[in-house]
């Protein structure tokens, strides 16, 4: 079965400091990865994607993730972490051979002046 | 360039009554999909159309169906509501149904809430 594990319900980080949201996946076939962002009572918007190719990924908002396929992880990063960083993160995976996605349970991050 | 819209923001039905959630697209995209994100969890994939078809559907019971218009906007019918429908039903479009090359793009979302 194809899935994606956030083991992290809450990470805290002092502003300025780095910050990892750590994501693990299974998966059939090569791993198509994704990094989501959620405000309050808003929708997702999108961070970042691997698809094939360099396994550091540089997306927005200042954010990369790390590809590593032996531990297969997508761990997001960011190296000074702002309070207005603080939202929902959700890593997914798209499932072998259709369009959909799988989404992980989510990791608040809270981010501290 | 618009992104997706969905309509309305917020609903509260009673239990047993059936809803009509709408989408519209991002300009340019074709592929509507939609999502149930539950209190506290991830979204869980419904269902997506393409062509006006039903193209896939994730593990929800018949009383979920869906509709795509020829200009592409979607909606997602529930009938029969269960307090346990209560979640934020998102819409997500893309183009050509490949939504890992050309990307997704979420609307904000429905808050549906069944009492």
């Known amino acids: 079965a194809q899935s994606v594990a956030q083991p992290e319900d809450q990470v805290n980080v002092a502003e300025g400091n780095p910050l990892t949201v750590k994501c693990t996946y299974s998966?059939?076939?090569?791993?198509?990865l994704f990094w989501y962002v959620q405000y309050p009572n808003r929708g997702l918007q999108f961070l970042l994607k691997y698809i094939t190719g360099d396994n550091l990924v540089k997306g927005s908002y200042g954010f990369e993730a790390e590809f590593n396929k032996s531990q297969t992880s997508f761990h997001l990063k960011k190296p000074s972490a702002l309070v207005s960083d603080s939202a929902l993160y959700f890593c997914a995976v798209r499932a072998y051979n259709t369009d959909k996605l799988i989404f992980g349970t989510g990791t608040r991050l809270q981010v501290f002046p | 360039d618009a992104g997706v819209t969905q309509s309305p923001t917020h609903l509260i039905k009673t239990r047993g009554q059936q809803v009509t959630l709408r989408c519209s697209p991002k300009s340019g995209h074709d592929t509507v999909s939609w999502y149930q994100q539950a209190l506290g969890q991830g979204p869980q994939f419904i269902f997506q159309?393409?062509?006006?078809?039903?193209?896939q559907r994730g593990n929800f019971p018949d009383r979920f169906s869906g509709h795509q218009f020829p200009n592409y906007s979607s909606e997602l019918n529930v009938n029969a509501l269960l307090l346990g429908d209560s979640a934020l039903y998102l819409c997500a479009s893309s183009l050509g149904g490949q939504g890992d090359n050309y990307g997704y793009t979420f609307g904000s979302g429905t808050r549906l809430t069944v009492v």
């Open positions: 998966v059939s076939g090569n791993p198509y």
């Open positions: 159309y393409y062509e006006e078809e039903e193209r």
